[in-house]
């Protein structure tokens, strides 16, 4: 089907046009044409954004006390969280995304509901994605090693009494599957449910949580496969701790020299990485996803991003299911990666544009997504449509756009989002999903859910007691 877009504004990250119409044809762009005549509707078009990080998490974690708490201490608060039918999961998540004018994301599966085996979960997972209408990269969470802490965790359960340890081994000591079943695993999830919007990756967890025969495995199949890589690098002081105990001679060295590091990697976070470790990232030509409001959120850190960029890192705009309000809004999350990173007084460090590809260009990088990204013909017809006039409803003076949107742009902003020619999000609604009705589902199970792992709410206080105790006696309190 045939579509024609004119607006008085549009850019990408590389030009800005005024008056415009775009074709839209068979789910790309047909044709970018100066309007023949002035738009009648007040609206400005740019590629929808990518968020090349995320785990799709159904519900806001800070509902189970995990705000501000730190990583080590906030994976565990996870385990409040009931199994739920993963379909019903998914919506959620990819509404919001949607909403947020995301077009895309990655999908960092690291904990299956385990209701049904793993292809069957993730084909639920992937049909909510086309439910929706968002592109998705799934990446199938890998770990061998380190259930509780980075490390040996029998100190950690010594300092338990017996009861939350009981608890807490039954919750977290589970037998992990063996690194050929893990590989065999993703190969399973590939033939369930790749296809034109959904990409499948290996997605070990971290580094801490993986042996070197597993970082092997992994390295050698994704060569043998062409498969996308994705894992998460240094989010946290104590984790950068644990790879230099562990790898004296570097870790981001090690993976080099197993051929880990390639242009199929996308590492998120790397908050505490040194220059020496981005220079061998970016020669490698992976793709580093940053996600400034879950690294504020989980008190990681604020990752050098103006650094990567000078050491020519492609660097991509995560959202990792923690963004600034916890409603998964990307352009709010746009605007905070760059008023953070962009310099400070007369000192330029990024521009808005070089943001704009990190949200644009780059992302789909690290989705394996088709060409897009920029307002051009035979670009993917992934679009989002803001409505200028109330993007600027004081209306003083001409100002750009895009000036605007780095401003003050939010969720509300958005009049429509297209992704390959379909509208999923049309004045504030997700078309074809009652978002608040799944919403309300998902904090009926939960609920019930909390009340039947007293248990384990009991349980969490000394364990995290345990938990800080461990990470203080390596690093010290300050």
């Not at 990307?330 to 949200?359: I, K, Q």
């Not at 859910?449 to 300050?478: D, F, T, W």
Request: net charge negative; with cysteine.
């Amino acid at each position: 089907m045939m579509r024609q877009i004119t607006a008085s504004h549009a850019f990408d990250a590389r030009r800005s046009l005024g008056d415009t119409t775009l074709t839209v044809d068979g789910g790309m762009i047909a044709a970018v044409e100066a309007a023949a005549s002035p738009p009648q509707d007040d609206i400005v078009v740019l590629p929808a954004l990518v968020n090349a990080h995320d785990h799709a998490r159904p519900i806001r974690t800070s509902s189970v006390g995990g705000f501000a708490r730190p990583l080590e201490q906030w994976l565990h608060r996870l385990a409040l969280f009931a199994p739920v039918d993963p379909y019903l999961a998914t919506l959620a998540p990819l509404g919001r995304a949607a909403l947020g004018g995301q077009g895309a994301v990655m999908i960092h599966h690291v904990r299956p509901m385990g209701l049904t085996d793993l292809p069957t979960e993730a084909a639920a997972m992937a049909r909510a994605a086309r439910d929706v209408g968002v592109r998705i990269a799934f990446g199938v969470g890998m770990r061998d090693q380190n259930p509780l802490v980075y490390g040996d965790h029998a100190p950690v359960l010594d300092e338990l009494d017996p009861v939350s340890r009981a608890e807490i081994e039954a919750r977290y000591l589970a037998p992990m599957l063996p690194i050929a079943e893990q590989i065999a695993r993703v190969d399973a999830v590939a033939e369930a449910i790749a296809g034109p919007i959904v990409d499948v990756q290996y997605a070990p967890n971290g580094p801490q949580w993986g042996s070197d025969a597993l970082w092997e495995a992994i390295a050698e199949a994704s060569a043998r496969t062409g498969r996308r890589v994705t894992t998460h690098l240094f989010e946290t002081k104590y984790q950068r701790d644990w790879a230099d105990r562990t790898y004296p001679d570097g870790l981001v060295k090690h993976w080099k020299e197993i051929g880990l590091l390639s242009p199929r990697l996308t590492l998120a976070h790397c908050v505490w990485a040194r220059p020496d470790e981005l220079e061998m990232i970016a020669e490698a030509g992976c793709v580093i996803a940053s996600n400034t409001s879950s690294n504020l959120a989980l008190r990681s850190g604020l990752a050098p991003v103006a650094e990567m960029v000078r050491r020519g890192c492609k660097v991509a705009l995560g959202v990792d299911g923690q963004a600034f309000d916890e409603d998964d809004d990307a352009l709010r999350e746009l605007r905070l990666l760059w008023s953070l990173h962009s310099g400070w007084g007369f000192d330029t460090e990024l521009s808005p544009r070089d943001v704009l590809a990190m949200a644009l260009e780059n992302g789909r990088i690290a989705l394996g997504a088709p060409p897009g990204g920029q307002l051009a013909e035979g670009q993917a017809a992934d679009l989002l449509i803001l409505d200028r006039a109330a993007l600027d409803e004081d209306a003083l003076m001409p100002v750009d756009p895009l000036e605007l949107m780095f401003a003050r742009a939010n969720r509300r902003h958005i009049r429509e989002l297209i992704v390959a020619g379909r509208t999923i999000v049309s004045h504030g609604r997700v078309q074809g999903v009652d978002l608040d009705a799944v919403h309300d589902e998902l904090r009926g199970i939960y609920r019930s859910g909390i009340a039947q792992r007293a248990g384990l709410v009991a349980a969490l206080p000394p364990l995290e007691r345990a938990v800080r105790n461990h990470y203080l006696s390596r690093l010290g309190c300050c």
